[in-house]
């Protein structure tokens, strides 16, 4: 008794928990619970009504489809039910032995009956859609809704490139056999092909809309970044079902666009019967090839499978695939070939009897954040990584997911203590998707940035506009040390020939270098000691070394690996301030000076030098030898040409364009090829032509090189 009140008030708690989740899932595409648990919960409630079938209420979910239509989409009633899918339970090879032998039995087979063919197919992670086609021109799409009726988002999937406004293949008018699909390729076990096949008057088509991996993490990078700038209505999805399914059931066909979705086709809806010349298939293949021949995507994955031996082989081989695919998959599909014994199998309430679902691992899991930690990346950049109870999913044990940055963990208000549903899906990493918010434990404090840099105490800052903390580090912070060596090495920075990516690692690894200055304090002696290190290679990366110790202020600049400042901008910094003592004295309204420069640019130089490890390590560098020539940066440091514009035509009697271009640039000047009324002065020489004539027209001061050089000189 007591043990029969128990069952009906969890029924009761269940019912209601699921009702609340599949609302969430279905009708506002927001799901709060991950698949698992609600698949967990579904289990469980099934179980119960089994052993107790008078707790079984027509309303429960386990006796129905989906979700309801939803307010601003016309209802569209489907001419044939779409249908759910039963999942087999046991995960293991088990599972396509137990839905083989149970199709065997249903159909009557005797033991020594003939292996039964299936189709095997991926099940993509994405919503069901209805796709009608009259005369070969679409004009409804539609969702599964509760199975009998869906909603009408035809405007929002026409958006989607891969459905075919209108059939490939000729319009089928001929007899029923005109319409019969081609035998071909019965035999093969391979992905359908395509040829050409006439298509039936009226022609619903059923697929997955899905939207891939990349897609999905480019939106969500995208959104990230609109909500860095402040934009209110931006937001994240929590997996690319959800945000294919948010997409299709958008009411504003613009913004349903501006989300990149796909489609799969896999089976027939409505179609022109074959006594009114509609095509007649034996088998399930033949019908995805037909699919294919009338120009939709159908999944090359899919294979013919014979017995529950060649279903196994085909789960397993794709479970080995399934991180490596472009789109999420969350299990595979059996479905009996031969139409003729789907008939004879039929449905039961919500499912029919001639397929099964066969799941993977899932890919999202509930657990709990132990911590969270910031971790430093190898270009300065701070990642907040909430630390797990250890949590299978997706198959494999995760004990760390990103949070991406300070915006996202607040926005999601991940706390420590926290019951949160982690995704890992391909190669992405694992990441937390959402809080169950009232699992919440009082008092777990808000998360937020540290200051200082966690790996070398460096100042932390967030540039405008930029969703990113970074360190300020650079140099000192042994987290960026290898890109900050690489980049300090590269050709167009310091230009050590031969320290490359493999170099480093060993340098950095091997403890030999810690810091930049190191690397001018190595002796042959460490060197040699390397691994792999030959003694001719050790003595040439010395001598480049030594080599690289004459450079130029604006290479310097440029290898420190500032950020925003690249080799231009290394070259105007050189230019306008002369010395390296300059540039490090400067204020950023003094740094904002400089040509393209800008308040961002000038703040984050300003911000590098102020750090008293980075100006240490520039010290060392100096001390450690290296040098570039004074002369002629003395002289633009005062910049006497500044902000004019010269002009140079004909030969000069001593000096080459190039000669006198870089002296005018050295002295500030900007050189331009033709002459206008902003030109201050053209310089002109022997046989001057049509630019002279112009200066002249438009009375710009022409002087020769003589006169250039006393410019020059005599501001200097
Ligand atoms: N997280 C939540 O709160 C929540 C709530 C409700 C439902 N759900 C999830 O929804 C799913 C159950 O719902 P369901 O009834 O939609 O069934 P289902 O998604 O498990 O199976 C049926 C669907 O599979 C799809 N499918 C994909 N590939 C296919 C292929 N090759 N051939 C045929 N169909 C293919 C079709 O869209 C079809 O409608 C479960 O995964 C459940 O976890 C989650
Ligand atoms: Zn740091």
């Known amino acids: ?122 099940k993509f992670d994405g919503l069901a859609m209805n796709l009608r086609y009259e005369q070969g021109v679409l004009v409804q799409a539609a969702t599964r809704g509760d199975g009998e009726t869906g909603e009408d988002v035809t405007q929002n999937i026409r958006t989607i490139g891969q459905i075919p406004l209108r059939l490939a293949g000729p319009p089928d008018a001929g007899p029923p056999q005109g319409g019969r699909a081609p035998s071909g390729g019965s035999e093969g076990r391979e992905a359908p092909s395509v040829g050409a096949i006439c298509f039936p008057p009226v022609l619903e088509v059923r ?74 298939f034996d088998t399930h293949w033949q019908l995805l090839q037909a699919l294919a021949s009338w120009g939709f995507p159908v999944s090359a994955l899919a294979r013919r499978a014979r017995g529950a031996s060649e279903l196994i082989a085909f789960h397993d081989d794709l479970a080995a695939r399934r991180d490596a695919l472009p789109f999420d998959i969350d299990g595979v599909v059996y479905k009996v070939d031969r139409l003729e014994l789907q008939r004879e199998l039929g449905f039961v309430t919500r499912e029919p009897r001639w397929a099964v679902a066969h799941k993977y691992p899932a890919q999202e899991q509930l657990t709990t954040v132990l911590a969270i930690d910031v971790q430093v990346g190898r270009t300065g950049k701070l990642t907040p990584v909430a630390k797990l109870a250890p949590v299978f999913v997706g198959g494999v044990t995760v004990t760390n997911a990103t949070l991406h940055n300070e915006l996202e963990a607040r926005r999601k208000d991940v706390r420590v203590g926290d019951t949160v549903v982690v995704r890992r899906a391909g190669d992405v990493i694992p990441e937390v998707v959402s809080v ?98 030959a003694d001719k290679s050790a003595q040439n990366l010395i001598d480049a070394l030594q080599k690289s110790k004459h450079t130029t202020l604006a290479r310097f600049l440029f290898a420190l690996g500032i950020r925003h400042v690249g080799e231009a901008t290394a070259k105007d910094l050189a230019r306008h301030f002369g010395t390296l003592d300059a540039v490090m004295a400067a204020d950023a309204d003094q740094l904002a000076q ?18 008293p490890h980075n100006r240490e390590v520039v010290e060392q560098l100096r001390a450690a030898g290296i040098t570039w020539p004074v002369g002629e940066p003395s002289a633009a440091a005062r910049q006497p040409l500044a902000g004019k514009t010269f002009v140079l035509t004909g030969t000069l009697p001593t000096l080459s364009r190039e000669e006198a271009k870089a002296m005018l640039e050295a002295a500030g000047a900007k050189v331009a090829g033709s002459v206008s009324k902003k030109t201050h002065c053209v310089v002109a020489g022997e046989e001057a032509g049509s630019k002279l004539d112009k200066a002249r027209e438009l009375g710009v001061p022409v002087i020769d090189e003589a006169g250039l050089r006393a410019l020059l000189e005599g501001e200097g």
């Not at 809309?209 to 970044?225: H, K, S």
């Not at 931006?234 to 979705?261: C, H, M, S, W, Y």
């Open 1 to 122: 008794m007591n043990s029969e009140a128990n069952a009906q008030a969890r029924a009761a708690e269940l019912r209601a928990a699921l009702n609340r989740a599949a609302h969430q899932y279905y009708t506002l595409d927001a799901p709060e619970l991950p698949d698992a648990e609600y698949d967990r919960l579904f289990r469980e409630l099934q179980a119960l009504e089994a052993a107790h079938p008078q707790l079984r209420t027509p309303d429960s979910p386990t006796r129905r489809v989906g979700g309801t239509v939803l307010d601003g989409f016309a209802p569209v009633r489907h001419a044939v039910p779409m249908l759910s899918i039963r999942t087999e339970t046991d995960t293991t090879a088990a599972g396509a032995q137990a839905f083989d032998a149970r199709v065997r039995r249903e159909l009557k087979l005797t033991d020594d009956a003939p292996a039964i063919d299936y189709v095997a197919e991926p």
């Open 207 to 280: 697929g997955e809309v899905y939207m891939r991996r990349d897609d999905f993490e480019q939106l969500n990078e995208r959104m990230r970044a609109r909500m860095a700038a402040g934009d209110k209505a931006a937001k994240t999805f929590v997996n690319p079902r959800n945000a294919a399914a948010g997409a299709v059931r958008q009411l504003d066909p613009a913004i349903a666009a501006e989300r990149p979705l796909s489609f799969f086709a896999y089976g027939l809806g409505e179609v022109t019967p074959p006594e009114q010349g509609g095509p007649v």
């Open 436 to 533: 169950l918010a009232d699992k919440r434990q009082p008092g777990a404090p808000e998360f937020s940035m540290p200051a200082h840099c966690p790996v070398c105490g460096s100042a932390v800052v967030r540039e405008e506009g930029e969703a990113d903390h970074r360190c300020t580090g650079g140099l000192f912070c042994s987290a960026q040390r290898k890109q900050a060596l690489l980049h300090f090495a590269s050709r167009r920075a310091m230009d050590i020939e031969g320290l490359g990516e493999k170099l480093v690692d060993q340098l950095i690894d091997g403890k030999v270098v810690r810091s930049l200055p190191d690397l001018y304090r190595m002796g042959f002696v460490s060197l040699a000691a390397l691994d792999r290190m």
């Open 594 to 611: 400089v040509p393209d420069v800008g308040p961002v640019v000038a703040e984050s130089i300003h911000t590098f030098f102020a750090q």
